[in-house]
T-cell receptor, first 116, second 116 residues
Framework: AQSVTQLGSHVSVSEGALVLLRCNYSSSVPPYLFWYVQYPNQGLQLLLKYTTGATLVKGINGFEAEFKKSETSFHLTKPSAHMSDAAEYFCAVSTSFSGGYNKLIFGAGTRLAVHP | GAVVSQHPSWVICKSGTSVKIECRSLDFQATTMFWYRQFPKQSLMLMATSNEGSKATYEQGVEKDKFLINHASLTLSTLTVTSAHPEDSSFYIC????????????FGSGTQLSVL
């Protein structure tokens, strides 16, 4: 069975500071990994995903994440936070394209606050 | 980008009544829709998967007679919570995908259900 753990339900950073949101997963098969963002009153939007190939994945809005198999991690980072990055972030895992690619297992989410 | 509209955004109902939540894909054909539920401080949990014109597939532990899912068209899926009880109070989110398994998921903005 797959599972996702997001460390820290709330993270607060200063504008311009590094953003680091942690995600660890458990999967008995090679995982597909995702980060979604949810702004207030909106649906979840895909930030980035890892399927195969390069382990450092770049997404929208300057975010990137690195798949580290040895650490079973997929942490999300952004070098410089912007006020508009304040939102809820969800890490998710799936197992395969054909076997339920979109059957996602989500973490509990991390709320990111950015202060001036 | 593609949009999924979910209504209502919040609903309060009395115990024992039924509540219907709608999920519409506005500019694409949603051959598959997913319904998730999220309790406070917990992960989004997949409840069921529905393919247009077919019966929904429910996850283990989800009562299919309580959570009725209808996906009668390529643009509309509904979730009806029948005989709602306070323990059904939760945040419900739908997501939709087109025919290609590798296509992105598009999420609705969610429905907060409170059962008194």
């Amino acid at each position: 069975a797959q599972s996702v753990t997001q460390l820290g339900s709330h993270v607060s950073v200063s504008e311009g500071a590094l953003v680091l949101l942690r995600c660890n997963y458990s999967s008995s098969v090679p995982p597909y990994l995702f980060w979604y963002v949810q702004y207030p009153n909106q649906g979840l939007q895909l930030l980035l995903k890892y399927t195969t190939g390069a382990t450092l994945v770049k997404g929208i809005n300057g975010f990137e994440a690195e798949f580290k198999k040895s650490e079973t991690s997929f942490h999300l980072t952004k070098p410089s936070a912007h006020m508009s990055d304040a939102a809820e972030y969800f890490c998710a895992v799936s197992t395969s394209f054909s076997g339920g690619y979109n059957k996602l297992i989500f973490g509990a989410g991390t709320r990111l606050a950015v202060h001036p | 980008g593609a949009v999924v509209s979910q209504h209502p955004s919040w609903v309060i109902c009395k115990s024992g009544t039924s509540v219907k939540i709608e999920c519409r894909s506005l500019d694409f054909q949603a051959t598959t829709m997913f319904w998730y539920r999220q309790f406070p401080k917990q992960s989004l949990m997949l409840m069921a998967t529905s393919n247009e014109g077919s019966k929904a597939t429910y996850e283990q532990g989800v009562e299919k007679d309580k959570f009725l899912i209808n996906h009668a068209s390529l643009t509309l899926s509904t979730l009806t919570v029948t005989s709602a009880h306070p323990e059904d109070s939760s945040f419900y989110i739908c997501s939709a995908r087109g025919r290609d398994l590798r296509e992105k998921l598009f999420f609705g903005s969610g429905t907060q259900l409170s059962v008194l």
